[in-house]
């Protein structure tokens, strides 16, 4: 591992930046990776309600890391696809039909806490960062998107491609099947893991 003495901060800054320009998905499995070497494959569960009833889960609960589902690309041409609108836009003085869709940066996390606690904006910073132009125009091929560009997306079709990002994420597969210990509900449902790392590289957490 590469350490530094003094103030580089020129030196971090770069190191900093070539990580926010790495493919999420790698960057995730490195993290993951680095949880079970560095303190344990084993994370504790806390604070556990049912999303249904509210009844809090006993305490004591926990996964292990190397039970994760990882979802892997079936071909290098599937890391990118193409996603026809419904409601065609413009976009930089173009008429575009068509959006052409792949992986996300690492530094798609800036956006998002940017807007955390707003699941829109959490939303609008995920969708951008998936999308890399259009095949509609030759100066809209992978072009680096802003929010200004998506301004006239419809609803639907933002929605479309949210969802559809949500349901083909690659990666490490950071959600939990519960069900609800009260056999009165026994609601199933999933609960995102929080891998932050206050919540991740803690001791208590294992």
Not at 77 to 83: F, G, N, R, V
Request: glycine share 6%; hydrophobic share 45%.
């Amino acid at each position: 591992m590469q350490t530094y003495e003094g103030n580089d901060l020129q030196e971090i800054n770069k190191v900093a930046q070539r990580i926010a320009s790495g493919w999420f998905v790698d960057l995730l499995y490195a993290w993951i990776w680095l949880r079970k070497v560095s303190i344990s494959n084993v994370v504790r569960l806390t604070d556990l309600r049912c999303v249904k009833c509210g009844l809090p889960f006993p305490s004591g609960l926990s996964i292990n890391l190397d039970d994760m589902d990882v979802r892997v690309p079936v071909d290098e041409a599937s890391l990118q696809w193409t996603y026809t609108l419904r409601r065609p836009f413009m976009m930089r003085g173009h008429e575009v039909k068509a959006l052409t869709i792949g992986q996300q940066r690492w530094s798609v996390l800036d956006a998002a806490k940017a807007g955390a606690g707003d699941s829109l904006a959490m939303k609008l910073a995920i969708v951008r960062s998936s999308v890399l132009g259009s095949p509609d125009a030759k100066d809209l091929n992978q072009i680096a998107v802003v929010d200004s560009d998506l301004a006239e997306m419809s609803k639907v079709d933002f929605e479309s491609i949210a969802s559809t990002l949500d349901a083909t994420a690659l990666g490490p597969q950071l959600v939990v099947d519960l069900q609800c210990p009260d056999a009165r509900c026994m609601f199933e449902f999933q609960q995102a893991l929080d891998w932050r790392y206050e919540s991740f590289f803690v001791i208590s957490g294992q």
